[in-house]
Nanobody, 129 residues
Framework: QVHLVESGGGSVQAGGSLRLSCDFSRTTISSYCMAWFRQAPGKEREGVAGFGGGSTWYADSVKGRFTVSQDNDKNTLYLQMNSLEPEDTAMYYC????????????????????????WGQGTQVTVSS
């Protein structure tokens, strides 16, 4: 059974920073394409950042502010979020897809729609102005 557990969410003011963590229960995280998605109330789930096959992918809205990284020894995926904006307020989800390699825009968009693979329960991020 694969389990993903997110942590690190919270409430911050605009301009602040948060670091999300995703603990992955399998010891082969490097075999998965891992990603962060988010969903705000009344909006569709959207990809934020992906990590796989030695490559990273970012949504245009977070480029230059967010950084995704992975520690294979700890089986943990991270999302460092800087210069947070009220528009970043959402539930953030960690997800893993076995066998996929490099995340691309098309793959991330499809993944967010069909929600295949493995998903965590989410961690809430709230940014106040």
């Amino acid at each position: 059974q694969v389990h993903l557990v997110e942590s690190g969410g919270g409430s911050v003011q605009a301009g602040g920073s948060l670091r999300l963590s995703c603990d992955f229960s399998r010891t082969t995280i490097s075999s998965y394409c891992m990603a962060w998605f988010r969903q705000a109330p009344g909006k569709e789930r959207e990809g934020v950042a992906g990590f796989g096959g030695g490559s990273t992918w970012y949504a245009d809205s977070v480029k230059g502010r967010f950084t995704v990284s992975q520690d294979n020894d700890k089986n943990t995926l991270y999302l460092q979020m800087n210069s947070l904006e009220p528009e970043d307020t959402a539930m953030y989800y960690c997800a893993g897809y076995l066998g996929a390699s490099r995340p691309t825009s098309d793959f991330m968009n499809s993944w967010g729609r069909n929600r295949s693979g493995y998903w965590g329960q989410g961690t809430q991020v709230t940014v106040s102005s």
